[in-house]
């Protein structure tokens, strides 16, 4: 649990919450970044599918709290 996240906001990141988008990158392949708002703070999640096992599990780049207003458009 570093900079205060669980492991179960993280899953809820991945699970549950929109894509907020996706880049592609040659090492990664397509880095998917999930938002889960929480407060008056929002858990990003930067994730790819790991493709080279056979059971395409989620895998965790980082994570890290933003403010939210930081995201307001």
């Known amino acids: 649990?570093?900079?205060?996240?669980?492991?179960?906001?993280?899953?809820e990141a991945i699970k549950?919450?929109?894509?907020?988008?996706?880049e592609t990158d040659a090492r990664f392949g397509k880095k998917k970044y999930s938002k889960l708002p929480l407060g008056l703070k929002s858990l990003i999640v930067v994730w790819f599918i790991n493709k080279s096992?056979?059971?395409?599990?989620?895998?965790?780049?980082?994570?890290?709290?933003?403010?939210?207003?930081k995201w307001e458009k």
């Open 16 to 22: 549950n919450c929109g894509i907020i988008f996706e």
């Open 53 to 69: 096992n056979k059971s395409n599990e989620e895998e965790v780049i980082t994570a890290y709290w933003r403010r939210n207003r």
């Open 1 to 11: 649990m570093k900079r205060g996240i669980t492991e179960n906001e993280v899953v």
